[in-house]
């Protein structure tokens, strides 16, 4: 149990496009879902908190604009990096959580690789 | 704030040896603690938890840590390392809503 899949796994675009990353949670409801960037050989930086139905919260130094989250629903949400640029290049992670008591624990997806050129 | 102090950034440890992984972490309240696991390319496994009662933890793999809030620390033990425990080893604190993770231990296992 407690799946998250992450899609694509691995991306390559061109500077100034813009990508979107899926989400999932597979077998349960993720009423949270959390979006993490990880550069090479470092920790993962929360980028992002949402909530189903209500506009993420970022964490500080993270543009908005830039980095678009949606929780549309209780097993999906989509980060889209807008103008992608080489800089924005990094191994981007999702984490889901379902609600109520007992459910505390993050579970991961696998990663997405963006590649920016 | 709540942070999280891995002391080690790398570890060489040969097959069939002992682990031990530090994790000093800081929060204001009870904390919940967790170790995840990541292989090269991957995202994170979860390998255990602690959120209350027994302060010692079994997670899979055969991995245990054991919560002492006198020393704030939550380090991850093995009594005998496999070649496929290779990764980088991340511990996390939080609370309901934000978990912080450490900066990770990569761990090298040698025949």
């Known amino acids: 149990g407690a799946v998250v899949s992450q899609h694509p796994s691995r991306v390559i675009c061109k500077s100034g496009t813009s990508v979107k990353i899926e989400c999932r949670s597979l077998?349960?409801?993720?009423?949270?879902m959390f979006w993490y960037r990880q550069f090479p050989k470092q920790s993962l930086m929360l980028m992002a908190t949402s909530n189903e139905g209500s506009k993420a919260t970022y964490e500080q130094g993270v543009e908005k604009d830039k980095f678009l989250i949606n929780h549309a629903s209780l097993t999906l949400s989509t980060l889209t990096v807008t103008s992608a640029h080489p800089e924005d290049s990094s191994f981007y992670i999702c984490?889901?959580?379902?609600?109520?008591?007992?459910?505390?624990?993050?579970?991961f997806g696998p990663g997405t690789r963006l590649t920016v050129l | 704030a709540q942070s999280v102090t891995q002391p080690d950034i790398h570890i060489t440890v040969s097959e069939g040896a002992s682990l031990e992984l530090r994790c000093n972490y800081s929060y204001g309240a009870t904390p919940y603690l967790f170790w995840y696991v990541q292989s090269p390319g991957q995202g994170l496994q979860l390998l255990l938890k602690y959120f209350s009662g027994d302060t010692l933890v079994q997670g899979i793999k055969g991995f245990e840590a054991e919560f002492k809030r006198s020393q704030s620390s939550f380090n991850l033990r093995k009594p005998s390392v496999h070649w496929s425990d290779a990764a980088e080893y991340f511990c996390?604190?939080?609370?309901?809503?934000?978990?912080?993770f450490g900066t990770g231990t990569k761990l090298q296992v040698i025949p």
């Open positions: 077998d349960f409801q993720a009423t949270t």
């Open positions: 984490s889901a959580r379902g609600g109520g008591v007992g459910t505390d624990t993050q579970y």
């Open positions: 996390a604190v939080g609370g309901y809503q934000k978990v912080t």
